[in-house]
């Protein structure tokens, strides 16, 4: 990814061994960028993460078919194969939010595009069309969120408390140990 896309300037981890120790934190401190750990509470934190592992592992699973040894010569084609394939949120593939359109592979037995629809001359009218597209994928993806939050959010009600409201605080052993009151 690094290769691609440069460093990133943040990353959420569940608090992974890689991520939490010490030489971890000042390599990626030195390189500016942010670790934003989820809480224990809130494993649901990078959602999107877990869902892209989930196919990735069942993509290579079912490649692989028991061989473990040639792991790493199939990633590169999961990896390829993922980014072409059109995504529900923004209704394209993550190649076309990038370059603006999906690579041809040997599967494509049809004739090749008019290069004039995909590829274009002057710098200007490219910038253009990417931020067109990426405005569209910006609408696709809220469109998305709402439907999402519409769907999580039948039935519950909102509230809103004022200074002074009496609230149920339930304070975790773990996180602050001298202000709970124990049975002994």
Not at 19 to 44: A, D, M, N, Y
Not at 154 to 162: A, C, N, Q, S, T
């Amino acid at each position: 990814m690094v290769i691609l896309h440069g460093l990133p300037k943040s990353i959420v981890s569940d608090r992974d061994p890689k991520f939490v120790g010490h030489f971890w934190r000042i390599l990626w401190e030195k390189l500016k960028t942010k670790l934003k750990f989820s809480s224990s509470c809130h494993p649901q934190t990078n959602g999107q993460n877990e869902v892209v592992n989930i196919s990735f592992s069942t993509m290579l699973r079912e490649i692989m078919r028991g061989n473990h040894k040639s792991r790493d010569e199939y990633l590169p084609h999961i990896e390829f194969a993922y980014n072409r394939v059109v995504h529900k949120t923004t209704n394209i593939s993550p190649f076309e939010v990038v370059y603006g359109l999906n690579p041809l592979t040997p599967l494509n037995l049809l004739p090749l595009p008019n290069p004039q629809e995909f590829v274009h001359k002057e710098g200007v009218t490219k910038v253009e069309f990417v931020k067109k597209m990426h405005e569209k994928i910006k609408d696709q993806i809220q469109q998305q969120t709402n439907k999402y939050l519409k769907h999580s959010n039948k039935g519950k009600r909102e509230l809103i408390f004022k200074e002074g409201d009496w609230v149920w605080l339930h304070l975790r052993k773990d996180k602050f140990p001298t202000k709970r009151k124990f049975k002994t």
